[in-house]
């Protein structure tokens, strides 16, 4: 009994000392959600109604009518968030958006870059995304998509 206690104390100090800190300033993660004729990314409260909306979304690209990144990130320092988009269509310049964000008292932040249906028209279903975050001129975290 108490080897198996040991075991089991070992095992939960060795799985706290991996967690990662939040030191600095970085990218947690980035979410990019299709939006329909309404702006909503679900149509119902879990992440399951959410995914399969999406994969809804995705295999009927008529319905989509904008794209939302949703960009979580760390640090208590003012940033701006850049999002970096490819095409699908031809000939199509890729496209740069860049959002101001202030830093509160919390350590993580959501930042939120929405495409119009206008833009999302005239752009085309982006094909490779990438995500950074500057502050003056010094990059200080990016996350690409797979075909970045």
């Known amino acids: ?6 075991g089991v ?5 060795i799985g706290c000392s991996t967690v990662q800190t939040l030191s600095g300033t970085g990218i947690v993660k980035v979410l990019p959600h299709y ?9 119902g ?8 909306y999406q994969n809804h979304l995705r295999g009927n690209p008529d319905l989509v009518k904008g794209v939302r990144y949703d960009v979580n990130w760390h640090g208590r320092q003012d940033i701006i968030v850049r999002l970096e988009l490819r095409s699908t269509k031809a000939g199509v310049q890729p496209m740069t ?4 964000v202030a830093s509160g008292a919390r ?10 249906e206008e833009t999302y028209t005239a752009f085309g ?12 001129d010094e990059m ?9």
Do not use: C, Y
């Open 9 to 13: 104390m070992l095992a939960g100090m």
């Open 140 to 148: 200080l975290d990016e996350e690409i998509s797979f075909l970045w």
């Open 45 to 52: 409260p879990t992440l399951l109604h959410r995914d399969v």
């Open 97 to 100: 958006l860049e959002k101001e």
């Open 1 to 6: 009994m108490r080897l198996l206690t040991l």
């Open 107 to 116: 350590v993580t932040h959501w930042t939120f870059i929405h495409i119009d």
């Open 35 to 43: 939006l329909d004729a309404g702006g909503n990314s679900t149509d």
């Open 125 to 136: 279903q982006p094909e490779a995304w990438r995500v950074s975050v500057w502050q003056g």
